[in-house]
């Protein structure tokens, strides 16, 4: 049974940081491309950056160059670093594997950008 569990997320200050980590199990990591996307109050659900096995990377250009994601397959996590968060980065934060016809997502983690 794969399980996607996120934490890391919570209430920080506009320009502030947070590091969201998506723990795996019942699958191993290493051999797929991971994913985080987010959803904000009134959006549809938007993919924000990616890494593939050999560890190359993208980003949504709203995140780029203040969000990374990293992986460490010996602890079968993906990690999502933002800083300089703004408030427009406010959303629940979900990690995704998709592979063939399955598709799995964790339970989302919240994070609020506020003053």
């Known amino acids: 049974q794969v399980q996607l569990v996120e934490s890391g997320g919570g209430l920080v200050q506009p320009g502030g940081s947070l590091r969201l980590s998506c723990a795996a199990s019942?699958?191993?990591?290493?051999?797929?491309?991971m994913h985080w996307y987010r959803q904000g109050p009134e959006n549809q659900r938007e993919l924000i950056a990616n890494i593939f096995s050999d560890g190359a990377t993208n980003y949504l250009d709203a995140v780029k160059g203040r969000f990374t994601i990293s992986r460490d397959n010996a602890k079968n996590t993906v990690y999502l670093q933002m800083n300089s968060l703004k408030p427009e980065d406010t959303a629940v934060y979900y990690c995704?594997?998709?592979?063939?016809?399955?598709?799995?997502w964790g339970q989302g983690t919240q994070v609020t950008v506020s003053s």
């Open positions: 019942g699958i191993n990591i290493s051999l797929y491309t």
């Open positions: 995704n594997l998709a592979h063939g016809a399955n598709n799995y």
